[in-house]
Structures are given as structure tokens and as C-alpha cells.
């Protein structure tokens, strides 16, 4: 876990399964539990169905929403035909954050070995919004925020991170 931030960020947190309710939703909860106890806010948190057009509807009204910093998915990042998160996010990106999804696999190699290669976790951005997409386990959820995301959310983190270049992101 990191230090509490000096820039709180609004976080949407989007959980994809066909099976998950807010009763059982392990990995959507550890999200919220990360983000909060960083200091930051949580704007929304949805379930939505592994289907490409729901998700990409909900993600489009929070990319719209010039309230919400930061969307955080979790699940339908895998190899099965349900497992649509990442051909929905990917449409909707001005930009993509090529290594985040790489630096995941890195991570996680340690951990799940070989496994990690069924992982598609991408980020990347729109209209300013940073959209970072993980696999559906507690696990998962875990490492990607400690090792990656919360660092890149706090403006303290150096060399460089996320937040301090918020501004800049809609420049022409």
C-alpha cells in the first residue's frame, strides 16, 4: 500500500462479470478499499455484463464526466469469448499506455509464472480520462494497484507520474 496522496483523484471502478453481484464482488471491493484508503475518491461503481456495448456505454458516460479522473476495470480481460473488456476500452482510447499492460505481465510473472501470458490488461486514455483495465481476481486487483497504479495516482511519486501531467492532457 502507498502513503495517502496530496491530490485526491475521482475513480470509477467497473467490475465485468456475467456471475458477480455487489454481495460477492471481491475484486471491484478491493479496488474501492485501495483507492479510499489512498486518499482518493470514489465517483462510481458498476457491474456490467461481459457484453462490449454495456461496457463501453458506461465507460463512455464516465469518460464524458469531467469529474471523473481515472476508470478502473476489472475482469473480462482473459482468453474466452465472453472476455470483452479489452476490444471494448480499446476503441474508445485517444491514446494507449502501451506499458502498463506490459509491466503487468512482468509483475505477475513472478507470482502466476507463465500464466500472466493470458492476461490482457491495457490502459490508455480519453477526452483526459486514464482508463487502466485488470483481470477479475482480488489478486490481480492487488498487484495492479500496489505495484503500478497507485503510484502513477500520486503526485508525489518520482520520477514522474500520472497526475502531474492531468493538465496537459487535452492540449493541442
Not at 77 to 99: N, S
Not at 125 to 148: E, H, R
Amino acid at each position: 500500500m502507498t502513503e495517502k496522496v496530496r491530490k485526491p483523484l475521482n475513480i470509477a471502478i467497473l467490475t465485468v462479470s456475467d456471475s458477480r453481484t455487489e454481495a460477492d464482488d471481491k475484486s471491484g471491493n478491493v479496488l474501492v478499499e485501495r483507492l479510499q484508503l489512498a486518499g482518493h475518491q470514489l465517483a462510481e461503481k458498476r457491474i456490467v455484463v461481459d457484453n462490449i456495448y454495456q461496457i463501453r456505454a458506461v465507460v463512455s458516460q464516465w469518460i464524458a464526466d469531467p469529474d471523473v479522473h481515472v476508470v478502473i476495470s476489472t475482469g473480462g480481460t482473459g482468453l474466452t469469448g465472453r472476455d470483452v473488456t479489452p476490444e471494448a476500452f480499446r476503441v474508445l482510447y485517444d491514446k494507449q499506455i502501451e506499458g502498463f499492460g506490459e509491466l503487468f505481465r512482468m509483475l505477475s510473472y513472478d507470482l502466476i509464472r507463465t500464466s500472466t501470458i493470458q492476461s490482457r490488461a491495457i490502459a490508455g486514455m480519453a477526452n483526459g480520462t486514464v482508463l487502466f483495465t485488470l483481470p477479475g481476481s482480488p489478486g490481480a486487483c492487488k498487484d495492479g494497484w500496489d505495484q503500478i497504479i497507485s503510484h502513477q495516482l500520486n503526485i508525489d511519486h518520482k520520477p514522474c507520474n500520472l497526475v502531474e501531467i492531468m493538465p496537459r492532457f487535452l492540449e493541442e
